[in-house]
């Protein structure tokens, strides 16, 4: 959602995650704010808030899968799509430090001569 968020530099909301506390099981509402283009502030960054319905709150006496297909079916594309642009960073960083290296290489280089 992080990155999304940066890549559409738009607001995003999920309402009712389950998240699971020790027994409790507890539904939370997350809405991530990116403020990566405001003029007026000093620094970048991508505000996260919580907070939770404590209505749906309810203990667990054992534990339970909550993944349905739907859900499982939506989540992978989405984490294959994260995987791909994670490697796709990664393989920028890489060249950007070879052709850093090269850089360095050629001035010890004329350095020595």
Excluded: C
């Amino acid at each position: 959602m992080l990155r999304k968020t940066e890549q559409n530099k738009e607001r995003i909301m999920a309402n009712g995650l389950r998240v699971r506390d020790e027994d409790i099981l507890r539904h939370i509402n997350v809405v991530i704010k990116p403020y990566l283009s405001d003029k007026k502030l000093f620094d970048r960054f991508i505000l996260v808030l919580f907070s939770e319905d404590p209505e749906q709150a309810y203990s667990l006496s054992e534990p339970q899968v909550f993944w349905n297909d739907i859900q499982y079916e939506t989540r992978v594309p989405e984490l294959k799509f994260e995987l791909q642009l994670t490697r796709e960073d990664l393989q920028s960083v890489v060249e950007e430090l070879e052709s850093a290296n090269e850089e360095l290489q050629s001035t010890y280089e004329e350095l020595l001569s």
